[in-house]
């Protein structure tokens, strides 16, 4: 072959490879891309719950050397505000980062808690609470020193059940779906 048709045919593909590359940026706004079957968050206002009235004085159940067998119980408390939440893809389910806000500074043991104890999606909405320990004699302090941050990993199975994911902090929720 010659050079002048040996540049015609690496031009013609060059032309034609540029054209097919560039239709292809469609596709990375379509819901055929894994990275888009989670869009961006939203955050919408949580009604303030009401407290009970519990006696502190009273013992809920006596305890003795004898009755050492209980189960932990984790007092944490809704954290203030959610501010971010990510679900990223794995190979075998997903990971769910949440960064919130709490009141004050000092919180720790941050936990994602389920709504549901078996940890299922009820009507396709996989519910989580943003909890922690925080201590109400510190101060509020600043916005990086409030910010905690919480993941969890959930399986392939209860994602594929899932539509909706959302969590709930004191003041706000955040859900991202499908």
């Known amino acids: 072959m010659s050079k002048a048709v040996l540049m ?11 054209m097919a590359l560039a239709g292809c940026g469609g596709l990375r706004d379509s819901r055929v891309n894994p990275a888009n079957w989670f869009g961006k968050s939203q955050s919408r206002p949580v009604a ?5 009235t519990v006696n502190p004085l009273i013992p809920e159940e006596e305890d003795s050397i004898f009755r050492r067998n209980k189960a932990e119980v984790y007092d944490g408390t809704p954290v203030d505000q959610i501010t971010d939440l990510r679900i990223e893809r794995t190979s075998d389910g997903a990971i769910i980062r949440v960064i919130g806000l709490s009141a004050h500074q000092g919180a720790f043991d941050v936990r994602l808690v389920p709504d549901d104890k078996d940890e299922r999606p009820v009507n396709g ?8 320990l925080q201590p109400q004699t510190q ?4 916005q990086r020193a409030r910010t905690v941050q919480a993941a969890q990993f959930i399986s392939t199975q ?4 899932a539509r909706t994911i959302t969590v709930t902090g004191a003041r706000n929720a955040r859900s991202s779906s499908r």
């Open 158 to 161: 209860t994602l594929d059940q």
């Open 125 to 132: 909405v996989l519910s989580y609470k943003l909890l922690a």
């Open 139 to 142: 101060p509020p302090g600043s």
């Open 48 to 52: 303030a719950a009401s407290a009970e």
């Open 8 to 18: 015609r045919i690496l031009l013609a593909l060059t032309v034609v490879s540029s």
